[in-house]
C-alpha cells in the first residue's frame, strides 16, 4: 500500500502539491488562531456555588447554607468530590467534576440541584454560580489612583463603570474588585426612641422594605392622549429613607417617621480586604478573569483597549495602573520556545547541507519540517489545544526526527543516480523511494505510538503531559505521510544534476574512518560491550536514587503578587497596618 502511494504521488505530482498548499495554507490558518497560553491549565472541572448570608457568623453559615448545599450537590452526575467552606457572612460550595466533563453541561446540572435545594436555605438566601473560568483565568488586574477621589468613590467607578463595561468584552467572565469602600445606606436605630414610642424593630425593618418601589396603575385618557398612572417610591437620597414612615403616633395621630427613631447616613460596608499598591497607600483593584477555553492573549489585548478606551470618560484625576499583565510571561514564554525551534531548524538545515553535499536536495528534506510543524498546529486547533510551554515542547522535541525520513529517501536517491543512470529520472525516483519509503513510514509510527503510554496519565499528570504527547504523536504522523507524499515530488524536481559522491566528502570520510574502527571492535567482542552497558546502567542506579523530584519545575514570571493571610479574628485596621508595614 505504501509503495503504491509513493508511485501515485509521484504520477500524480501537481495534485500533490495542489493539497500540499492547501495544507500549508489551513495550517497557516490555525497558526494564527490557536488559543495560545504560558502553561497548560492544570485545574479541574468545577463550578463555584457562591452563597451570601449578611451578618451570620461562619457555624450559622456552616448549619444552613454551606451543609445542604454540600449535600445535594453530592447527587449531581459526574461529580467526584464536593468540598465546602464557610466564612462571616458567606459560604463557598466547590463541586469538582470528572475528567472530561464538559464545564457548561456541569453548570446547568448544578443549576439544576439548585432548584431543588432551594426550599432548605433560609428566606432571602439565593446561591449563585461562581464564572465560567478555571484555575488559571486570572489574566490580568489593574489598579485606580487619584488624589481628588476618597477610595469610596473609586470603588463606585470601579463597580458601577469600569465592571460593566469589561464584562462586555468577549472572552471576559467576571470582573471582581477590591479594595476601598462600598457605599450603602445605614440605618442607626435608637433603641429608647423605639420604646417611647412602642414600635418593635421588626415593624422598622418591614417599612424600610416595603418603601422601595414603584407602584404600577392603569391609564386615563385625557384630550385623545392616554397617560400611565403609578406611584413613584423609589428610594434615591438619604431624605427619602429619613421620611418613611413605620407607625402612627396613637395620642397625636400623625405619622412616626424614620429619622424620629434612627439616624441615617451613607457609610462604608464592612471590608473583607484590602488592596494596595508599591506600599504607597490604598488603591481600588479590578480583577479581570478569562472565560474557560479563550484565548488569554486576545482577551488581554481586548480587555487593555477597553480600558485604554474607557480612560477618557473617566473623572478627571483618576488614572489606571497596571498591576498584573499575563500577556507579558505568554509573550516572553512563546517567544524563547520560538527562538529555540528556530536554531533547531537552522542546526538541521546545516546539518542536511554539510551531509548531503546538494544544497536543493537539503530544502527538499528541510522542507519536511515547516509543513509538518503546520499540520501539527492544524490538528492542536482542530482538538482545542492551546498552544502553550509544553504543547510546543512537543513540536520542538520532534524536529530533529521529523527530518530523518527525507534525509534518507535523498541519500538513497543520490544512491540510485550514481549507480543507474541510464533508467528514466521519474522511475529512478519512484523506485528508489520504494525501496526506504514503506520502512521508514513505519519507523516513524513506531516512535509515535512509543508516546501513547503518555494518555493513560489522568488528573493534573494528563493535564499537563497529554498536551506534549499529542503534538509530538501529531507531528511525526504528519512527517509520515508527507515522507511518502511531497517528499518524492519534491525529489523529482529539486535532485537533478550531478550529485557529489558521498565517498569524496571529507566530512563523510572522516566520520566512516572515526565509526568502523568502534563498531568493529564491540562487534568483536559482544559480551565485553554487554557487560560494560550493565555495569554503567548498575552504576546510574546511586545518582538516580539521590535525585530530587517534584511536580513541576519553578516558574519566573517576572511579576511578584503579594497576598499574606492573617490568623482569623484579626481586624482589618490591624491587617492593614501589618500589609504597610511589609508591602
Not at 571529507?506 to 566512516?512: A, D, K, P, S
Request: with cysteine; hydrophobic share 45%; glycine share 6%.
Amino acid at each position: 500500500m505504501i509503495e503504491r502511494i509513493i508511485e501515485s504521488s509521484v504520477k500524480n505530482r501537481f495534485f500533490v502539491i495542489i493539497l500540499t498548499a492547501v495544507a500549508i495554507i489551513v495550517g497557516y490558518w490555525a497558526l494564527i488562531n490557536t488559543p495560545v497560553d504560558a502553561i497548560p491549565d492544570l485545574s479541574d472541572v468545577q463550578v463555584i456555588v457562591y452563597t451570601k448570608y449578611p451578618g451570620q457568623d461562619p457555624q450559622t453559615v456552616e448549619d444552613q447554607i454551606t451543609y445542604p448545599l454540600s449535600t445535594a450537590m453530592l447527587s449531581v452526575p459526574y461529580a467526584k468530590v464536593v468540598r465546602g467552606y464557610s466564612f462571616f457572612g458567606f459560604s463557598l460550595v466547590y463541586v469538582i467534576f470528572e475528567d472530561g466533563t464538559d464545564l457548561y453541561w456541569a453548570r446547568s446540572r448544578v443549576l439544576e440541584y439548585l432548584n431543588f435545594v432551594k426550599s432548605r436555605l433560609p428566606a432571602n438566601v439565593t446561591p449563585q454560580l461562581g464564572p465560567d473560568a478555571t484555575g488559571v483565568g486570572w489574566v490580568y488586574m489593574y489598579s485606580l489612583t487619584s488624589k481628588k477621589h476618597d477610595l469610596a468613590q473609586l470603588r463606585s467607578i470601579q463597580d458601577w463603570y469600569l465592571r460593566y463595561e469589561l464584562m462586555a468584552v468577549p472572552g471576559v467572565s467576571e470582573v471582581a474588585s477590591l479594595g476601598g469602600y462600598v457605599k450603602q445606606y445605614q440605618i442607626e436605630v435608637d433603641p429608647e426612641k423605639l420604646r417611647a414610642f412602642k414600635i418593635p424593630l421588626s415593624k422598622v425593618r418591614e417599612a424600610v422594605k416595603r418603601s422601595n418601589m414603584d407602584v404600577g396603575g392603569r391609564l386615563i385618557e385625557m384630550a385623545e392622549t392616554e397617560f400611565m398612572v403609578r406611584g413613584k417610591g423609589y428610594i434615591k437620597s438619604v431624605e427619602d429613607i429619613e421620611n418613611i414612615p413605620i407607625s402612627v403616633d396613637p395620642e397625636k395621630h400623625v405619622p412616626v417617621l424614620l429619622k424620629q427613631v434612627a439616624r441615617v447616613q451613607i457609610g462604608p460596608e464592612i471590608r473583607r480586604g484590602i488592596a494596595e499598591m508599591d506600599g504607597k497607600g490604598e488603591v481600588v483593584t479590578g480583577i479581570v478573569e478569562m472565560r474557560f477555553g479563550e484565548n488569554a492573549l486576545e482577551v488581554i489585548k481586548r480587555v487593555k483597549e477597553r480600558l485604554s478606551e474607557l480612560k477618557e470618560s473617566l473623572p478627571e484625576g483618576v488614572k489606571i495602573h497596571t498591576s498584573y499583565d499575563r500577556s507579558n510571561l505568554i509573550l516572553r514564554a512563546i517567544r524563547n520556545l520560538k527562538s529555540k525551534i528556530f536554531e533547531e531548524l537552522i542546526v538541521v538545515a546545516l546539518v542536511c547541507v554539510l551531509f548531503l553535499m546538494h544544497l536543493p536536495s537539503s530544502l527538499v528534506a528541510i522542507f519536511t519540517i515547516p509543513v509538518g510543524i503546520l499540520l501539527s498546529l492544524l490538528c492542536m486547533r482542530l482538538l482545542n489545544i492551546n498552544a502553550n510551554i509544553m504543547s510546543l515542547s512537543g513540536i520542538a522535541i520532534a524536529i530533529g526526527v521529523m527530518v530523518d525520513a527525507s534525509v534518507v529517501m535523498v541519500e538513497n536517491l543520490h544512491k540510485h543516480k550514481e549507480r543507474d543512470q541510464n533508467i528514466p529520472f521519474q522511475e529512478l525516483v519512484i523506485n528508489s523511494s520504494k525501496e526506504v519509503g514503506p520502512a521508514l513510514f513505519f519507523s516513524l509510527l513506531i516512535i509515535t505510538i512509543s508516546f501513547f503510554p503518555v494518555f493513560a496519565l489522568e488528573q493534573q499528570e494528563g493535564r499537563l503531559f497529554i498536551p506534549l504527547a499529542y503534538t509530538k504523536t501529531f507531528a511525526m504522523a504528519a512527517s509520515s505521510l508527507l515522507a511518502i507524499t511531497i517528499v518524492p515530488v519534491l525529489m523529482f524536481y529539486f535532485v537533478r544534476g550531478k550529485v557529489k559522491p558521498q565517498d569524496q566528502s571529507r566530512l563523510n570520510r572522516f566520520f566512516i574512518s572515526t565509526y568502523r574502527p568502534i563498531i568493529n571492535l564491540v562487534l568483536r567482542y559482544p559480551k565485553s560491550t554487554i557487560l560494560s552497558a550493565a555495569v554503567v546502567g548498575l552504576i546510574t542506579l546511586f545518582p538516580y536514587s539521590k535525585i530530587g523530584s517534584e511536580f513541576m519545575p519553578p516558574l519566573n514570571e517576572g511579576d511578584l503578587l503579594y497576598m499574606p493571610t492573617t490568623p482569623p479574628g484579626i481586624s482589618i485596621t490591624k491587617a492593614k497596618e501589618l500589609l504597610q508595614q511589609t508591602n
